[in-house]
């Protein structure tokens, strides 16, 4: 056995991810809301970071051919080649920055107090505690009442049994129920039940009919009441059909969630990164940079550098470079990803220009790949680049990755986008006759008349998608 040493080269090729590279490619897929809270993150570590802020004359008017401006700076995919540790040059980059800021004045005036602007809705807890402290009950009977309100959902039913409520207040299980009876005569009526049969027979209770046909079929005949089988219900309680039609009306009008209105979720309120209008028989693309902070490297430190360049510095000119650096690739970074936007939104409406000046029923079928293959980016960065961003368009506010869809065969080879499919669906449905509603199977045929192919399971699969029902649930005798 011999042992020998041997020097060879080997070319080989490895994808370095710098943590330069990991934050740009972490802000490309940030929503708007998320980008405006990791750059204010990065203003309060980095003293570098500065938020410059435009003051805009509120006369100036803003004419379309200012907001058409294009972005001529070349987009380029963010490669993440070197370490991010290679010389700077120092003067070249603080020459761009001009002299330091002039303050501008501050009038002191008093604001309004804090308890003027913030509000706070009741919940359903606060609701019913209000009512529960003004019931005459003893203390035994508050505190079960309680741990009834306590454990309620959002939709007002109780999520406890009453074994588990008596065995917590060390109370009989039929003392819970007596408690229970009285916290279900609480506003709103049908709090506080524990299934939708409990739920809308409390609401019966409230109300002055003399029928008792409304309460049998609530609580006999719930399933041939959601199929609207109203002749099978007649028949067995041998009622006439025009009675159990008025009982189902009324049924109807009954709330199986009574506590959703103080549900204390609010709606999340959407701001568009691009927006889209037409000005004199074109198109124009503006990018929404109205709220996201202007960041600049603060002048202050050009003194404070040039003083370090006469004695030296150490320690704190490394510290200061450090965070140069990081502030400049933060810059280039957010600067990168509002022009990638930009051309993706620009390919996005060469694309689909006719959905743009006709409508959804002209939506194309468009995957990543047309888009990146446009753009001259990977399908991973125009992924990244669409999720969770939206474009205001004069036809609504859709999100990016609205525009991409698969596409469903017509007869002669062409393809329609699956988007407009689900369009000429709820079209159809929107049309029917709510006593004859049409099943899945004839809305196969009609689509087969539109030059669409489609199988019937596609047909209740967009169905359930757009949150149709089907026809047995859709069908109304009155």
């Known amino acids: ?54 003051d805009i004359d509120p006369g100036t008017e803003i004419v379309p051919e200012v907001a058409d401006m294009k972005i001529e700076a070349t987009t380029k995919e963010i490669t993440g080649e070197g370490d991010g540790k290679e010389d700077f040059d120092w003067d070249s980059y603080l020459e761009d920055f001009g002299p330091m800021g002039v303050p501008h004045g501050h009038e002191d005036v008093d604001a309004p107090p804090f308890e003027n602007m913030l509000t706070k809705t009741r919940s359903l807890s606060d609701h019913l505690l209000w009512q529960l402290n003004l019931s005459h009950l ?32 060390n109370v009989e299980p039929a003392f819970v129920e007596e408690t229970l009876a009285k916290v279900q ?28 046909l409304p309460e049998k079929i609530v609580k006999n005949y719930l399933k041939e009441l959601e199929t609207r089988n109203y002749q099978s219900i007649a028949t067995k309680e041998k009622a006439p059909i025009g009675d159990v039609e008025e009982a189902a009306l009324l049924i109807g009008t009954l709330n199986p969630k009574p506590g959703l209105p ?54 704190s000119k490394e510290y200061i470079k450090e965070k140069l650096q990081s502030a400049t690739w933060l810059i280039k970074s957010i600067e990168q990803r509002q022009k990638t936007i930009y051309r993706v939104a620009e390919s996005i409406l060469d694309h689909q220009i006719e959905f743009f000046d006709k409508g959804i029923n002209y939506l194309r079928p468009m995957v990543l790949r047309d888009i990146a293959d446009d753009v001259q980016m990977h399908e991973s960065t125009i992924s990244r680049v669409t999720t969770n961003k939206y474009i205001h368009t004069p036809r609504g506010i859709f999100e990016l990755k609205y525009f991409f869809n698969s596409g469903i065969n017509r007869m002669g080879d062409v393809q329609i986008a699956s988007q407009s499919v689900k ?4 079209q159809i449905i929107s049309g029917e006759d709510c006593k004859k509603p049409y099943n899945d199977s004839q809305i196969v045929k009609m689509l087969a008349a539109l030059n669409i192919s489609i199988a019937r399971r596609t047909v209740a699969k967009y169905r359930d998608m757009l949150g149709i029902l089907p026809s047995s649930k859709r069908r109304k005798y009155f």
Do not use: H, W
Not at 266 to 279: A, E, G, L, T
Not at 299 to 304: A, R, V
């Open 423 to 426: 369009e000429k669906i709820r």
């Open 138 to 169: 003893n203390e035994v009977e508050r505190r079960v009442g309680e741990q009834i309100i306590g454990n309620l959902n959002g939709d007002g039913y109780l999520m406890a049994t009453p074994d588990e409520i008596a065995a917590i207040e």
């Open 262 to 315: 103080y549900n204390e979720e609010r709606p999340q309120y959407i701001i568009p990164d691009v927006f889209v209008f037409k000005f004199e028989d074109r198109y124009r693309i503006t990018l929404n940079d109205d709220g996201l902070p202007r960041l600049k490297v603060s002048n202050f430190y050009k003194e404070i550098l040039s003083g370090m360049k006469a004695n030296g510095g150490g320690t």
């Open 185 to 212: 005569e609480f506003d709103p009526p049908g709090v506080a039940a524990r299934d939708l049969k409990e739920c809308l027979l409390i609401q019966l209770g409230f109300l002055d009919i003399e029928s008792e």
């Open 1 to 54: 056995m011999v042992f020998e040493l041997r020097q060879t080269l080997k070319l080989t090729q490895q994808l370095v991810m710098t943590p330069q590279l990991q934050q740009s490619i972490k802000l490309l897929q940030l929503s708007r809301i998320e980008l405006v809270e990791a750059i204010n993150q990065e203003l309060e570590e980095n003293p570098l970071l500065e938020d410059q802020s435009i």
